[in-house]
């Protein structure tokens, strides 16, 4: 483990995040699948990931830590055109 990684997953402990914020996945080959996000990825390797509010840029623990990847979920309005953010899903690869 790097130290990288035990920072992250300290960080995570102290903060208290339980099992309802966070889980830890080994390859995904559908992040809009997995997490409902917007985007649709495809993840190799470890990572562990975080729910968060949308407010990203009050965010204190994703400004400390920073995501390799920071995923949108929410729903698509009728107008097929409008997607409403209801949380962010911060992707943090596991070294």
């Known amino acids: ?3 990288k990684t035990f920072d992250l997953l300290d ?3 102290r ?19 997995l997490f409902g ?5 495809k993840l190799s390797g470890k990572f ?4 968060r ?8 623990f994703a400004y400390e830590h920073e995501p390799n990847f920071c995923l949108h ?7 097929g055109v409008t997607f409403i953010v209801q949380s962010v899903v911060l992707i943090y690869y596991l070294d």
């Open 1 to 3: 483990m790097t130290d």
């Open 11 to 13: 960080a995570l402990n």
């Open 15 to 33: 903060e208290g995040f339980d099992n309802s914020l966070m889980g830890f996945c080994d390859d995904c080959p559908s992040t809009r699948e």
């Open 37 to 41: 996000s917007l985007e649709n990825l």
């Open 48 to 51: 562990v990931y975080l729910y």
């Open 53 to 60: 509010e949308p407010n990203f840029d009050t965010d204190v």
């Open 73 to 79: 979920v929410g729903e698509m309005k009728d107008d």
